[in-house]
């Protein structure tokens, strides 16, 4: 906390970061927070996704809005619900004690009455998506005539986005005379137009962009066909059964098929991607912090703002062509001083991709196997017999009922009985047969390479179809009375594109 005292803040906000155990600022927070505080230059910060800019221009932010001026003093711009919603939240928690300062996220995808309604109130800081924030601006909601903050975060991804025409009509309606602090993770050639005309004489504030990425996170690769990609991301998630993941994808379409096969199979995944409504969104991203879902599928532009601390894995199902992209998404695992690991699924033909990461990150990946079916089996059959020992013996049992079972097994051996539950419990972990997955070349991946983006179905996991059955598992009765729903099953995969 000593170097937060160092910083310039104020007795509220310290005490407030003491609460949250904020110990040491990172670099930018360091760098930015002294010049923000006083300063009266625009400022360009440039750092990767989870360096901790959101306090890097949150804090200074809040100690310069005036809370008798129920004006719109500052405005910080976002690329997406998720995000805007994350530094509202954030900017609320760090002017918890200090003189009453009004936060409002505005956003499409929810009802802009309510914001409209809610923005009639006094608001000194509005956080906002540009297109939500345009129509507000034209129903005459929002009035930026006595703004003096301007924040652009992650503008990169903005314009990326398509905002650059949304960016110029919501400039064009603030003053002249306003701080503008713009942050990104890379500096575009679109970005130095926006400065260039936007902008006067801006201090910057450099963090190794291109060679920033969290140390605490191990980079490994697999190397695979495309066909067997869902199978190999079922085998990590079973070896690892504590994982919590982010699995990123190309697009929408894929995320969804994907969540969709997952689902199918049994394990709690869905979906973020941009076509979900924000209740839709809203209702995923619960379920996830909840612990109700163990994977959540999603695009790169759905993941800005998840912020999520206890991540164990981050899978790239397919790999970004962007080394920014790549410390984006790898940066969602391995938060609050906490160890992580990055899985990417590359092709005989995408090894250079690796070469590249390595080469301008500075990093070092390692070529990891896919787990074979037998390692999973003893893995889980040991976790099983584990839970066995350390389960109490229920209130609801008495002695006639265990006098009953015992004289039931009283005909088989100790040996006999653990064989026979141990056939149960294998058949209900249905590994199927063992295929061995580590076989890629590149020859073998362009005869898959009709056949799309990903893996199979859920028809393939382990040589086995379980959809008709679950991870719970079934006799074999249960099974052949589901023969049909599992063939209508794979009558409508059919229809769809398949991972």
């Known amino acids: 906390m000593g170097k937060f005292k160092q910083l310039g803040l104020s007795k509220p906000i310290l005490k407030v970061l003491e609460e949250l155990e904020f110990t040491k600022p990172t670099e930018i927070q360091e760098q930015a927070i002294p010049l923000l505080l006083e300063g009266h230059s625009d400022f360009i910060g440039l750092a990767q996704t989870g360096t901790g800019k959101t306090a890097a221009f949150g804090l200074p932010l809040l100690e310069r809005i005036d809370p008798s001026n129920r004006s719109t003093q500052a405005l910080v711009l976002a690329p997406t619900r998720e995000l805007g919603q994350q530094i ?31 923005l009639k109130k006094p608001t000194q800081v509005i956080i906002a998506t540009p297109g939500r924030l345009i129509d507000l601006i034209k129903r005459k909601a929002v009035f930026l005539d006595e703004l003096e903050y301007l924040v652009m975060d992650e503008a990169d991804e903005m314009l990326n986005m398509g905002f650059k025409k949304e960016l110029d009509k919501i400039l064009s309606y603030t003053p002249v005379e306003k701080l503008t602090w713009l942050f990104s993770a890379t500096m575009p050639s679109e970005i130095k137009k926006i400065v260039k005309k936007y902008m006067e004489d801006p201090v910057e504030v450099k963090i190794d962009v291109k060679n920033k990425v969290n140390t605490n996170i191990e980079h490994q690769f697999a190397v695979l066909k495309r066909s067997d990609k869902l199978e190999a991301l079922c085998r990590f998630i079973d070896i690892y059964p504590e994982m919590r993941a982010v699995v990123f994808c190309r697009t929408k379409r894929d995320t969804q098929e994907l969540a969709e096969s997952l689902l199918q199979i049994n394990y709690k995944a869905d979906a973020i991607h941009g076509d979900l409504s924000q209740k839709q969104r809203d209702r995923v991203m619960g379920r996830f912090k909840k612990n109700d879902l163990q994977l959540l599928i999603a695009t790169d532009v759905a993941a800005r703002g998840i912020d999520v601390n206890d991540l164990t894995h981050v899978f790239h199902f397919t790999v970004p062509d962007d080394e920014s992209y790549y410390t984006h998404r790898s940066g969602r695992t391995a938060r609050a001083g906490k160890k992580g690991i990055s899985i990417s699924f590359i092709n005989g033909r995408e090894g250079y991709k690796i070469r590249n990461f390595e080469k301008k990150l500075k990093i070092n990946f390692q070529q990891v196997e896919i787990p074979d079916a037998d390692k999973i089996a003893s893995i889980r059959i040991e976790k099983w017999a584990e839970n066995i020992l350390m389960t109490n013996q229920s209130e609801r049992l008495n002695a006639k009922l265990v006098k009953k079972v015992s004289k039931l097994f009283s005909s088989i051996s100790k040996e006999e009985l653990i064989e026979n539950l141990l056939s149960i419990q294998l058949d209900q972990l249905n590994l199927g047969s063992n295929k061995d997955l580590n076989t890629e070349t590149e020859k073998s991946d362009r005869k898959e390479g009709g056949r799309g983006r990903g893996g199979r179905s859920g028809s393939n996991r382990y040589g086995r179809d379980r959809r008709s059955k679950g991870r719970s598992g079934g006799s074999k009765n249960h099974r052949k009375g589901n023969k049909k729903a599992t063939s209508d099953s794979k009558k409508s995969t059919k229809k769809k594109k398949r991972y």
Do not use: D, P, W
Not at 90 to 107: C, D, G, H, I, P
């Open 88 to 118: 509202a939240e954030q900017l609320e928690t760090f002017s918890k004690y200090m003189e009453k300062v009004n936060v409002l996220a505005v956003y499409g995808g929810a009802a802009i009455s309510n914001q409209i309604r809610a």
